[in-house]
């Protein structure tokens, strides 16, 4: 039932449509979110085969993170995010390689 009263909101107040650099700065969020998790979880165990999974966890959010920066990267900025400065490099570094 929710579903459909959604439809019948008012349209002058719901929000615009996501732009994709939006959608990617949204992901990138979620991305610093997920690899802090990853990282507690990797400080927080001390079975070897957890430790396993955290280093794959970490490196995987890793470079779904680089990937969304280069995503960024390839949008060009809109004038008034021009100080919205998008770091090269990830918060925080590789468990392995």
């Known amino acids: 039932m929710k579903l459909f009263l ?3 909101s008012n349209p002058e107040t719901e929000e615009k449509p996501k732009t994709l650099r939006e959608c990617i700065l949204e992901d990138l969020e979620k991305t610093k979110g997920e690899l802090e998790i990853a990282y507690s979880g990797f400080d927080n165990v001390t ?3 957890l430790i396993d999974y955290y280093i794959y966890e970490v490196n995987a959010v890793l470079k779904r993170y680089r990937y969304l920066l280069n995503q960024a990267a390839a949008l060009s900025p809109l004038p008034e995010e021009d100080s919205l400065k998008l770091n090269a490099e990830p918060p925080v570094s590789p468990l392995v390689g």
Do not use: E, V
């Open 47 to 49: 079975d070897p085969d």
């Open 6 to 8: 959604s439809f019948l």
